[in-house]
């Protein structure tokens, strides 16, 4: 073999050396150095993202929690005064504060590391010792940063579904408890009605029992589940089944304190209509009296003016003074009584309104009237002083003595009057009941026969009293009638017709005595 022979083989040698030292280094040196470079890096930048998380959610010594936004204002009306639930809004800023410092911590150090080993190794090394170990850790690193990436990207979005599904199983719990709380209500028959402006509430507002804030919808919501926090701090009930009706509950309409403990039982409305001075009140307290002194029923008040009223003219009634006389309000709504009444195993809240006989002469003041659209029962008072042939039989010293109490206006034009303005407030009588009640019996019980609602009716319709067409009238209007004579003189006793009133009208609302 000549010399250039010898000196192809030695080169290809010398490569195939080479390249094997190469392939030596790089499997045995450089290979797992960056694997080993790159898991470390991967994992320290993993534990990096998982301490900033934890100190974006305050637990941890690093702290860097997402700042608390302060209340809102008192005066924003589009807020409740109630901290959201973390799920709907703190929780939303704790995943957003944790990626930023779960991101941020790891792009600080591996940013700083890898300028420390920039300076190290290409720098302050020798050349052949810090290039190729230079190389080989970058390389490392940058495969670590990829794999950390990764990683934490996957971590990142892990936490966004948890959030998502959360927040989706709390939005999916609070709407079955407002479906069930409402459903609760139908069930029961129970609608919720403000005794002061007449309107029908879906929902009560409630103030909170520690500060009196109002809180204009406490059902499960942004503001809490189960429970939601006032600003003062105190935890208050979100649904009536939960006990909220404990609380203080207004109208969201007029802002009017309810009944207490509103959205327990069904509801329903009693107007007691008639004339001006035809008995209307004092027939009222009667009834009320009626079925606080009966065994079969329990009585309570369900706010303090109906209590304070009745406390302070049933004494009156009962030694035979006067009441007093319900006079129009302006522009304000008449506010009624309210009462729980409990027969056997029924409940229900009883609201009784007693308006002005003048308020059915105008049909602005008709308008005002609203609850007579809530009202399935009427009470007609018919003064039999207002009667005509009845007046005209009193001697004349009884005349001058019942003159100051006499209703002046004819009952069949009164009755006209209150017909209208029921109809008027769309109110279809053919559904509806009406209890015919003639009032002050005993100031005339010399001068009419007595009887039951047949002998009563049979009496009005006598060419001798000439209220025929008003009886029809009453009798082709409402789909149930009755007749009653009634005395609100109880110094001897409770007259028992007004129980027989009470039995008529609690039977046809589902009470069994």
């Known amino acids: 073999m000549d010399d250039d022979g010898c000196a192809v083989a030695f080169m290809i040698v010398a490569v195939l050396a080479a390249i094997g030292a190469i392939l030596v280094v790089l499997f045995f040196i450089a290979i797992p150095f960056i694997t080993i470079a790159g898991l470390g890096f991967a994992g320290y930048g993993i534990t990096l993202y998982t301490v900033g998380v934890a100190g974006a ?11 608390v936004a302060p209340p809102p204002s008192e005066r924003d009306e589009k807020r409740d005064p109630a901290w959201p639930h973390y799920l709907y809004g703190p929780a939303w800023n704790d995943l957003k504060q944790s990626m930023r410092m779960g991101f941020r911590l790891p792009i600080e150090r591996f940013t700083g590391h890898a300028r420390r080993l920039a300076w190290l190794c290409f720098e302050a090394a020798p050349a052949l010792i810090g290039w190729p170990s230079g190389l080989l850790i970058f390389v490392g690193l940058g495969l670590g940063a990829v794999g950390a990436t990764a990683a934490v990207l996957m971590v990142a979005l892990f936490q966004t579904a948890i959030w998502l599904l959360l927040a989706l199983l709390a939005f999916l719990l609070l709407m079955t408890l407002r479906g069930a709380d409402t459903l609760r209500l139908k069930i029961k028959g129970i609608g919720l009605f403000c005794p002061a402006c007449h309107q029908k509430v879906d929902y009560p507002s409630y103030d909170c029992p520690h500060c009196g804030r109002r809180h204009a919808d406490v059902r499960p919501g942004r503001y809490g589940v189960v429970n939601r926090r006032c600003y003062c701090g105190l935890h208050m009930r979100t649904l009536l089944m939960l006990g909220s009706s404990a609380m203080v509950a207004r109208c969201p309409s007029c802002g009017e ?32 009296l009626s079925l606080d002194e009966r065994e079969e029923t329990m009585v309570a008040f369900a706010d303090e003016p109906s209590k304070t009223s009745y406390d302070r003219f049933v004494p009156a009634l009962k030694v035979g003074a006067d009441t007093w006389k319900t006079v129009m309000s302006g522009e304000t709504p008449l506010r009624g009584y309210s009462i729980y009444v409990s027969a056997g195993e029924t409940t229900k809240l009883l609201h009784v309104f007693d308006p002005a006989g003048e308020v059915f002469e105008s049909a602005e003041r008709i308008q005002m009237q609203r609850y007579l659209a809530a009202a399935r029962t009427f009470v007609y008072t018919l003064d039999q002083l207002a009667v005509e042939p009845v007046w005209r039989s009193l001697e004349v010293p009884e005349r001058a003595r019942f003159k100051k109490i006499r209703s002046t206006k004819a009952p069949e034009l009164m009755f006209a009057q209150v017909l209208s303005g029921i109809e008027e407030q769309g109110v279809d009588p053919r559904h509806a009941r009406l209890a015919v009640a003639l009032t002050k019996q005993d100031l005339v019980s010399d001068h009419v026969p007595a009887g039951d609602s047949d002998a009563i009716r049979a009496w009005l319709e006598s060419p001798e009293v000439g209220l025929d067409n008003m009886v029809r009238t009453m009798t082709r209007a409402f789909a149930e009638i009755r007749f009653f004579r009634t005395s609100s003189r109880i110094e001897d006793g409770l007259d028992p017709a007004i129980n027989d009133l009470t039995d008529w009208i609690l039977g046809g609302e589902g009470f069994r005595l």
């Open 257 to 288: 304190r309810m009944a207490e403990k509103v959205g327990t039982a069904p509801e329903f409305v009693l107007p007691v209509v008639g004339g001006a001075s035809s008995g209307k009140t004092r027939l009222m307290l009667a009834l009320v």
């Open 57 to 67: 959610l305050d637990i941890a010594g690093a702290r860097a929690p997402a700042p």
